[in-house]
């Protein structure tokens, strides 16, 4: 190792020219060949320190970075400056200082971008593009914000994002889903500003195109109702447009509506209206027909055949929290009728797949059988009922149906997946992925839900290309502490959670495409065993109604709570 030197120092710039000095050869992607000393270089980079010291290398191959930013790399090293740095060798330079951990030239490109910023006294598209893109560049690669911060602050300081979007979004085709996100960040509350522009290209493409990945993508995640509010003729000239979409599309133009019309409309503090009870030819009129005998003893409210308010909840819309894993454990209400969880299904936001559907189905069922009896397994609701419910809602909100490797699991209530499944068994719809270990703590599967840690797993997300970071590709989950007993779980996106370097995170990786579940085995009436999925949802329950817990060990005679894993959506 090389011996205690700070730095940044001055070597001289007179030894780059030493031929005896000059011992290490750098190899850039020009194909043209930097030496340098490896003494001076490792005194700067624990990196190429190690590489020469421990390693021996006598060749570094640096064929991601250009030439004349490996000069400017090996001249700031001696010299402990950085004045050589430009526009062109900037991105080169700044993530080459970061590859190899040089931390005084990593603040020095950090000033340079931000001296960059402070000397634009007049927007120009040029000018904040270059700020945009470099900060987007550095967040991708690097998962460091600061300097696209620098760059939207510089955007907003102009009162500028129209015109920035005006330009940046002509082809908005090429950008990826990260673009994206960046895009409807940076509007923040002037979502108007970004409609007003997918309107323009809409109106001639819609009808001779369809709908442009990109436009679907920025509509969906934007909060449309903001444009609702600030400009009410530019929301429906939209919809309007969408209007023209083909048959197939009108599903996803009347989810978009619904989604953005009812925002902000209904407060918190005002009644709740009373939901119809359900006309779905799937679901019987009259809950007594669909619960059986024994759930009328369960409350007086259940003996009453009126249709009862559904919870405020169901009502409003539910922000989702960024990075955080959905968990209906946290919202549930589980003193809802059958009929009226059938209808929070139908229009509830937060519940936007079929397996999250199964998920709230699931809790709801086991959780009533259990409360009546110790003993016997008795369900509210008959399994062809509920099956037919299932299918129908996973039709009416267009969801996709299962992989076909879910087939042989049970669940709702001990029945089947199958009818939810794909005939095909190369769907691969959802993958199951299990944690390699708990980074914090030595508690494991379900009672670590419940302690402070965090949960590595490798994953290479299908839309990462080649990758050369360091480490594998993968995740980290962290459970965040709740009011309740069952801890929510997060996913960790900074860069700090990945320092340790065994694994490295993309932004591909998000975590409303994640559902938790353990998969356990469940011994039948005879010698059978059974593969069940428990949902993160019911097992919160669990854990907090000790009663509850007991019963259902009686019952199946096993511990099938000792792992999980996560079903990511692919």
């Known amino acids: 190792m090389a011996p205690k030197v700070t730095v940044p120092m001055d070597f001289g710039r007179h030894l780059l020219r030493s031929p005896t000095h000059n011992n290490l050869t750098l190899n850039t992607k020009d194909g043209q060949e930097v030496t340098a000393s490896s003494v001076i270089l490792s005194f700067n980079s624990p990196v190429i320190d190690h590489m020469t010291t421990t390693l021996h290398m006598t060749s570094v191959d640096m064929l991601e970075f250009s030439e004349a930013a490996v000069r400017i790399f090996v001249e700031s090293a001696y010299s402990g400056t950085a004045d050589e740095i430009t526009r062109e060798t900037f991105r080169d330079l700044n993530k080459m200082s970061s590859v190899f951990k040089v931390e005084w030239l990593v603040e020095k490109c950090a000033q340079y971008f931000s001296d960059l910023s402070e000397a634009v006294k007049v927007p120009t598209y040029t000018d904040l593009l270059f700020l945009f893109e470099e900060g987007a560049y550095v967040y991708e690669n690097l998962k460091r914000k600061n300097l696209l911060e620098i760059g939207m602050k510089k955007i907003q300081s102009f009162s500028w994002k129209s015109q920035f979007f005006e330009e940046y979004l002509i082809k908005a085709e090429r950008l990826s889903i990260l673009k994206l996100d960046l895009v409807i960040e940076l509007a923040g509350n002037d979502v108007e500003s970004v409609v007003q522009i997918l309107s323009r290209q809409l109106s001639d493409l819609v009808l001779n195109q369809g709908l442009p990945t990109y436009c679907e993508y920025l509509l969906e995640n934007s909060d449309l109702s903001l444009c609702r509010q600030s400009n009410k003729l530019l929301f429906d000239e939209l919809f309007d447009m969408l209007d023209n979409l083909p048959d197939e599309k009108m599903r996803w133009t009347y989810g978009l509506l619904k989604k953005n019309s009812k925002k902000n409309v209904q407060k918190c503090d005002e009644p709740t209206p009373l939901l119809a009870v359900s006309t779905h030819p799937l679901i019987p009129s009259n809950e007594g027909d669909i619960m059986k005998e024994n759930s009328k003893n369960n409350s007086e409210n259940r003996d009453d055949p009126r249709p009862r308010p559904v919870s405020t909840f169901s009502l409003i819309p539910r922000k989702k929290k960024p990075n ?27 519940v936007d797949s079929i397996i999250l559907a199964i998920e709230a189905i699931s809790t709801w069922n086991w959780y009533r059988c259990f409360k009546k009896s110790a003993t016997t397994v008795k369900f509210d609701v008959d399994l062809e009922v509920l099956q037919g419910m299932m299918e129908g809602l996973r039709s009416i909100r267009g969801w996709c149906k299962l992989p076909h490797s879910f087939s042989s699991y049970h669940c709702l209530g001990g029945g089947s997946l199958s009818y939810l499944c794909s005939s095909s068994r190369e769907e691969t719809t959802y993958l199951y992925l299990t944690p390699e270990l708990s980074l914090t703590s030595e508690k494991q599967g379900m009672e670590a839900l419940r302690s402070s840690t965090k949960f590595m797993f490798r994953f290479k997300h299908p839309a990462v290309g080649s990758c050369n970071l360091p480490g594998q590709c993968g995740f980290i989950l962290e459970t965040v502490r709740s009011s309740l ?54 097992l919160g329950f669990l854990w907090n109604e000790k009663e509850i817990l007991e019963k259902l060990i009686n019952w199946t005679r096993s511990s099938s709570f000792r792992s999980f894993g996560v079903f990511y959506k692919v």
């Open 324 to 350: 955080m894993i959905p968990n209906l454990y946290h919202s549930f209400d589980m003193d809802m009728s059958f009929d009226e969880v059938y209808q929070w299904l139908l229009i509830s936001d937060e």
């Open 485 to 538: 007993s069952l801890w929510k779980l997060r996913l960790c996106t900074k860069e700090d959670d990945y320092a340790s370097g065994r694994i490295h995170f993309h932004n591909e990786i998000r975590a409303e495409n994640m559902h938790v579940f353990v998969r356990g085995v469940q011994v039948g009436l005879t010698t059978s065993i059974i593969p069940v999925l428990y949902p993160l949802t019911w």
